[in-house]
C-alpha cells in the first residue's frame, strides 16, 4: 500500500463538517462533536484540522521512515504546515465530505495510526455519515423490510 500525505482541502473539508455539525447544520449532525469529544479529540476547526494534518504526517512517516524530513514526504501539496481554511459550505455535498473521510482515513492507516483516538474518532464519524446517506437512498427506501 502507498500512502500520501492529503491535499489540505481533503482536511478543511472534514474540519468543516464537523464545525456545522456544531450547530447540527442540514446533514452533519451535532453527536458528531461527543464522538471527537468522547475519544479526546479536538474539536474546534483550525485544531482538529492541525491534528488531522500531523496524524497523516505521521502515517506517511511510518510508510515511508528512510525520508528524514516530513518536506520529502509524498503528497499533491506536500506537508508544510497545516493552516485551517474555512471549506465552502455550498461545495459540501454529504458524498463529498464522506469521500474525503474515506481519503484521509486510507492514507492514515499506516503503523499505528489506525489505533490513534483521532482516527478512530474520524472512522466512527464517517461510519455514521454513510449510514445516513444509504438509509436516505430511494433504493434503500423501497428495499423490503
Same mark, same amino acid.
Given at each position: ?9 481533503? #482536511?478543511?473539508? #472534514? ?19 461527543? #464522538? ?25 512517516h511510518q510508510r515511508y ?17 497545516? /493552516? ?8 459540501? /455535498? ?13 492514507? &492514515? ?16 464519524? /464517517? ?5 445516513? #446517506?444509504? &438509509? ?9 423490510w
Amino acid at each position: 500500500m502507498s500512502a500520501y500525505v492529503v491535499d489540505p482541502e481533503t #482536511i478543511d473539508r #472534514i474540519a468543516t463538517a464537523v464545525d456545522l455539525s456544531r450547530n447540527d447544520y442540514q446533514d452533519y449532525p451535532s453527536h458528531w462533536v461527543g #464522538i471527537l469529544e468522547r475519544h479526546g479529540c479536538p474539536v474546534k476547526p483550525a485544531f482538529l484540522g492541525a491534528a488531522m494534518h500531523a496524524l497523516n504526517v505521521e502515517a506517511v512517516h511510518q510508510r515511508y521512515p528512510d525520508d528524514d524530513t516530513p518536506d520529502t514526504l509524498p503528497g499533491p501539496v506536500g506537508p508544510k504546515v497545516y /493552516s485551517y481554511k474555512t471549506f465552502r459550505v455550498s461545495m459540501m /455535498s454529504r458524498c463529498t465530505t464522506l469521500k474525503a473521510m474515506h481519503c484521509w482515513l486510507y492514507q &492514515c492507516s499506516e503503523g499505528n495510526a489506525p489505533e490513534r483516538p483521532l482516527f478512530k474518532a474520524i472512522e466512527e464519524i /464517517s461510519q455514521d455519515l454513510a449510514y445516513r #446517506i444509504v &438509509c436516505e437512498l430511494p433504493e434503500y427506501e423501497k428495499a423490503p423490510w
